[in-house]
């Protein structure tokens, strides 16, 4: 519904009087700033400085009418109250009686109907605008109603920056743990910027604000930032540390809350910044929560210990791991500091629910060679997990509970000890943390032991988390099924699709919930490498686009990680091409053999190979860890220059893609399991066995395109679908969903995939021999 500004233009514009309080560069030089409103015991509609309403930072050094009008249209159109339309109007004719006032009177009446041309013309597109990305540079601008009014938020922390003598502060999209899902109340990033992607970079100066993304999210940051915010397309710190050089001068203060950064990060700020002689200010009382004022409170759910039957190794049996590699390690360290939430986690066989889609609780632990701490809020610790955790005593394995506040005042009482030396791993250690320890007094690795240990599955944790995902295959057959049937009746969208599944893996047995938000995507949305639905971006599902589903579950015994692309009608020869160069990267890894110790790095090229072949490729990474009832991304496993060499027991995730912007997206995601390889003549080789046993779409496969040795392995996998999903299928008494996955694992003919060569081959061996008879 627009607003028609003509009429209470016309009748407050007689006779005002108008005092212009904007500074007359057009630019928010001044950060006291304000906005204008009618002034209540006025009744000539004098406008004065309000300090209740936001001001809109123009990035335009012209005084032209267009930009004044925008101006003023986007502080009503964001302030909190959007009824406001009589004081857009008022503002708008003083605004224009103040610049123009010596005009003649036909220029005047010009003015005046661009006035109410332009304003109306803001109206309509805040209110009924259609596109799904901000346009900042139209006249007006455009903001789509997934962005959110930063205005004040800025305000308010570039005040809060005055006194700290900070020219610039940094804000990372990540907690104390440097945790890469992090709970509500710790996204200061999303609440600062409105972009709720899970990277990101934001610097504020007293005049810019701006986001550093990298290609998976620049559309979606376009969508949830208004125009206070530049987007710049790249996640690189170079790329940040040059921004801030260029604008701040030398000698200046770049403040950052050291809680935030991790040792390595700090470090490549640090090196950038310091030879040009801008300064990292540490300022540990975050400023963003000075000013946050709903802040989200702390979780109420206490931690939770692991059933007996999902463990093969109690937490005294893990200390000792532990404490056997601290006794190990040639630089004697007499302690290890545990920062990342799922390192005090595990060595506890403990979990929680302060993170979503994570079964993780706020902690740090510090383990000696005959003392444990653990840090956590002690309120939420019951007597049951005292009593587990052998808290009431002090001999080696009794942990003793120190307030999760406390880490840093304890850490530098620890430290003040004789010989002491602590080891820490710099990927998920903190700064604030960090600079407390001296270094004839540290131990650095890139990962802490509890996270190598960790990344290797015992024996029941490997059984246990196949079974996992035999069931989640159930519950993700339900949803293709479902889909088959239901997309053609027009009545389903990316979002009831989303929650289907979701409710499909609630069903199975010990789930605990989904591990990731559910990527959805249909069509040009698919194309958004991690995009996910809501009630306002949420597409239709036709039969005639391409459909992405990543989704994943947690369970008691697991957590899972699986994506499929499928198409309801008929595919065009591109897209079946790129979906099975897709599918032929997935395999080449899955079947490839390797000697053990090897990198995924070295690896992560067979998954775009047959992609590169005719100039395609993907912008995100081929694969990650995953974990027992943990995070869906469980470093340091992968295929990325900084995860560790494959050994036999770790699991990963394989999954190449394509995405054709505002087009279509494919990935083909499955969780794989490192086992031994027989090969001919060497021991000590490994190759992947997939875990995750869901059909790929066969209509999107060109199986003339497959090799015969990818063609075997495919069907090879389809028969392990059959063998052991179905009688789970079976077993759930799911005959509709097992009929389905016996016409979806049919084995692929060799003629299939062979049969353009073999025309040709024909041709070749078959002519001469016919033309050989006819001479004799």
């Not at 109250?81 to 036909?106: E, F, I, P, T, Y």
């Not at 629910?353 to 993780?360: E, R, S, V």
């Not at 005959?370 to 002690?378: A, G, Q, T, Y």
């Not at 893609?657 to 090969?679: L, S």
């Amino acid at each position: 519904m627009t607003y028609d500004l003509c009429k209470p233009m016309m009748s407050v514009c007689q006779g005002s009087d108008y005092t212009d309080q904007g500074p007359a560069s057009g630019s928010n030089t001044n950060p006291n700033h304000q906005s204008l409103r009618l002034a209540s015991d006025s009744s000539h509609g004098l406008l004065e400085p309000s300090p209740h309403q936001p001001h809109f930072t123009s990035t335009s050094k012209s005084h032209g009418l267009s930009e004044d009008i925008h101006t003023l249209a986007y502080t009503h159109t964001h302030t909190q109250d959007r009824n406001s339309h009589a004081l857009l109007s008022q503002s708008v004719c003083g605004l224009a009686w103040s610049r123009w006032s010596k005009m003649s009177s036909s220029g005047w009446m010009l003015a005046l109907c661009l006035v109410v041309l332009e304003g109306g013309r803001y109206a309509v597109w805040a209110k009924e605008g259609s596109g799904s990305e901000r346009n900042c540079s139209a006249i007006p601008p455009y903001l789509p109603p997934t962005a959110v009014n930063t205005t004040l938020r800025l305000r308010d922390l570039r005040a809060s920056m005055i006194p700290l003598n900070i020219s610039a502060y940094i804000i990372p999209a990540t907690d104390a743990h440097l945790s890469e899902y992090i709970a509500p109340r710790d996204a200061r990033l999303a609440w600062m910027s409105g972009f709720t992607g899970s990277a990101g970079t934001a610097v504020i100066t007293q005049n810019k604000a701006v986001l550093w993304t990298d290609s998976r999210y620049w559309i979606q940051a376009e969508r949830q930032m208004d125009c206070n915010w530049e987007l710049q397309r790249d996640a690189s710190i170079r790329s940040i540390t040059n921004w801030l050089i260029l604008e701040i001068p030398e000698g200046d203060q770049v403040g950052f809350d050291p809680f935030l950064f991790s040792v390595d990060i700090f470090g490549v700020y640090n090196t950038n910044l310091a030879p040009a002689g801008r300064i990292l200010k540490s300022i540990p009382d975050n400023l963003v929560d000075k000013i946050w004022t709903d802040r989200p409170p702390l979780p109420p759910d206490n931690p939770t210990r692991l059933p007996d039957s999902v463990i093969e190794r109690t937490w005294p049996m893990k200390v000792d791991q532990i404490r056997a590699q601290i006794s190990d390690n040639p630089y004697k360290p007499t302690a290890v500091l545990l920062s990342a939430l799922d390192e005090t986690a595990w060595l506890f066989n403990l979990r929680g629910n302060d993170i979503p889609f994570n079964p993780f609780f706020y902690s740090y632990t510090l383990l000696s060679m005959d003392e444990i701490w653990l840090f956590v809020h002690i309120e939420r610790i019951t007597e049951e997990l005292k009593v587990y955790l052998n808290s009431s005593c002090y001999h080696s394995y009794c942990v003793q509970l120190l307030e999760y506040s406390s880490v840093r005042t304890y850490l530098q009482s620890y430290l003040k000890r004789l010989d002491v030396r602590v080891w820490v791993g710099t990927e998920y250690t903190n700064q604030a943390l960090y600079e407390l320890i001296t270094e004839d007094k540290l131990l650095t690795s890139t990962y802490s032991p509890v996270l190598t240990t960790k990344a290797v599955k015992d024996a029941t944790e490997q059984r246990i988390l196949k079974e996992a995902h035999v069931r989640d295959a159930v519950a993700v057959m339900q949803l293709l099924m479902w889909l088959e049937k239901k997309v053609p009746e027009g009545t389903e969208n990316e979002l009831t699709a989303a929650h289907f599944v979701d409710q499909c893996r609630s069903k199975q047995k010990n789930s605990r919930g989904p591990s990731f938000e559910t990527i959805s995507a249909s069509g040009p949305n698919a194309a958004l490498a991690h995009y996910s639905p809501s009630n306002e971006t949420a597409r239709k599902l036709l039969v005639n686009e391409m459909y992405l589903v990543d989704s994943g579950g947690q369970y008691l015994d697991g957590t899972t990680d699986i994506t499929r692309t499928v198409h309801w009608g008929e595919p065009n020869d591109f897209q079946k091409e790129a979906y099975t160069r897709v599918l032929m990267g997935n395999i080449e890894i899955s079947r490839t053999i390797f000697p053990a110790g090897t990198r995924g790095v070295n690896m992560e090229m067979l998954g775009r190979r047959a992609l590169w072949e005719v100039g395609l490729n993907y912008g995100h990474g081929t694969g990650h860890g995953v974990g027992n009832y943990f995070g869906v991304h469980e470093w340091p496993v992968g295929f990325q220059s900084n995860n560790i060499p494959f050994q036999e027991g770790m699991f990963t995730s394989i999954e190449p893609g394509y995405y054709k912007e505002n087009d279509f997206g494919i990935r083909i995601e499955d969780i794989a399991v490192t086992v031994p390889a027989t090969t001919k003549y060497g021991n000590n080789y490994l190759t992947f066995e997939t875990v995750s046993l869901v059909p790929y779409d066969r209509k999107l496969i060109n199986a003339s395109l497959l090799s015969p040795e990818q063609l075997h392995w495919l069907n090879k996998y389809y028969e392990t679908i059959r063998s052991v999903v179905g009688p789970e299928l079976e077993r759930q008494a799911l005959k509709e969903e097992y009929d389905w996955m016996m016409k979806h694992t049919a084995p692929f003919l060799m003629a299939e995939a062979s049969a353009v060569i073999s025309s040709v081959t024909l041709l070749v061996t078959v002519l001469p021999s016919v033309l050989l008879h006819n001479l004799l």
